[in-house]
């Protein structure tokens, strides 16, 4: 069971940037997807960004579509969420996963096997 730790969390104010990390235990299956949600305070978790590793392909919420990038370093088993231009409205916990269920499309939450502990991101206006 690999185990996943996200990193990068932080307070920043609106127009900001931030970059959140996940690291894996181990190497990363192929097959899987590399996706990210978030879950705002009375919200439910939705998936903002997933990237298909066999078509390298990424797909993005439109909320955040042109300022969040999804991208992968193999070599230190580890994904990243590059979020630049932050919105009050992109404050939440954020998730990272490992989903064996990988469609090109926007990750579901029945998609994912594994799930990072999450890392808080605050973006004040």
């Known amino acids: 069971q690999p185990q996943l730790m996200e990193s990068g969390g932080d307070s920043v104010q609106a127009g900001g940037s931030l970059r959140l990390s996940c690291r894996a235990s181990?190497?990363?299956?192929?097959?899987?997807?590399l996706d990210w949600f978030r879950q705002a305070p009375g919200n439910e978790r939705e998936g903002v960004a997933r990237?298909?590793?066999?078509?390298?392909?990424?797909f993005y919420a439109a909320s955040v579509n042109g300022r969040f990038t999804v991208s992968l370093d193999r070599a230190k088993n580890s994904w990243y969420l590059e979020m630049n231009n932050l919105k009050p409205e992109d404050t939440g916990m954020y998730y990272c996963?490992?989903?064996?269920?990988?469609?090109?499309?926007?990750?579901?939450?029945?998609?994912?096997?594994?799930w990072g502990q999450g890392t808080q991101v605050t973006v004040s206006s």
């Open positions: 990237y298909d590793q066999k078509s390298g392909r990424t």
């Open positions: 181990g190497v990363i299956y192929r097959g899987y997807c």
């Open positions: 996963t490992l989903s064996p269920i990988c469609g090109e499309r926007l990750p579901r939450r029945g998609d994912a096997a594994h």
